[in-house]
């Protein structure tokens, strides 16, 4: 169990465009989820963390306005990347735990398989 | 911030030999956890090491973390070419709400 999908797996767009992503939680309910980005040859670097029905915690020096993230339901969190610039370009990989804002206990995090975004 | 800091970064070694992968930071973390990740997919969990002086075993993988919790290792005994990878250890701040806070990484290679 702890199955969390991606969708796209990878996508290319041009310029000014947005591009949203989704991650699923297929086989458990997912409180938190969590988005990352990693560049090139880097490690993954954790952009914001979004809890389902609220709004979504950023990193320092991620911009809530171009990174749009969506946790609607306790199984599906969508991340936009609006007006895409080639900067943007990286591999974003969302995770899932179980544990909500009131656990004090170690959460697994499950990853999914990773999108990979081009912008031209 | 909280830092990890994660080496070596690169090491290429022979099938047989034993070797190790550190993970240290200035700070205490709740847990951390070790993944490998392969090319063009997200990192799969390997441990999760919660106790201070708490070692894990999975078959030729040894997974220690420190008395003060700021730090751990990965042990390989007797590599084998499938061990090849990319292998990340994470630090998690706080509980189970908390993202992860991961090292750069070692590209692990395993010459036959």
């Known amino acids: 169990g702890a199955v969390v999908s991606q969708h796209p797996s990878w996508v290319i767009c041009k310029s000014g465009t947005s591009v949203k992503i989704e991650c699923r939680s297929l086989?458990?309910?997912?409180?938190?989820m969590f988005w990352y980005r990693q560049f090139p040859k880097q490690s993954l670097m954790l952009m914001a963390t979004?809890?389902?029905?609220?709004?979504?915690?950023?990193e320092q020096g991620v911009e809530k306005d171009k990174f749009l993230i969506n946790h609607a339901s306790l199984t599906l969190s969508t991340l936009t990347v609006t007006s895409a610039h080639p900067e943007d370009s990286s591999f974003y990989i969302c995770?899932?735990?179980?544990?909500?804002?009131?656990?004090?206990?170690?959460?697994?995090?499950?990853f999914g398989p990773g999108t990979r975004l081009t912008v031209l | 911030t909280q830092l990890l800091e994660q080496s070596p970064q690169f090491l290429s070694i022979q099938e047989g030999e034993n070797l190790t992968v550190y993970c240290n930071s200035s700070?205490?973390?709740?847990?951390l956890q070790w993944y490998r990740q392969e090319p063009g997919e997200g990192p799969v969990l390997l441990v999760t090491?919660?106790?201070?002086?708490e070692v894990k075993k999975l078959k030729r993988l040894t997974f220690q973390f420190g008395d003060a919790r700021k730090d751990s290792s990965l042990h390989i005994t007797a590599a084998q070419p499938g061990d090849t990878g990319l292998y990340l250890c994470?630090?998690?701040?706080?509980?189970?709400?908390?993202?992860?806070?991961f090292g750069k990484g070692t590209h692990l290679i395993i010459q036959p």
């Open positions: 995770s899932a735990s179980r544990g909500g804002w009131n656990t004090w206990d170690t959460d697994t995090q499950y």
């Open positions: 086989d458990f309910q997912a409180t938190t």
């Open positions: 994470a630090g998690q701040r706080g509980g189970g709400a908390d993202g992860l806070t």
């Open positions: 979004s809890n389902e029905g609220s709004k979504a915690t950023y």
């Open positions: 090491v919660v106790t201070g002086g």
């Open positions: 700070s205490v973390f709740s847990s």
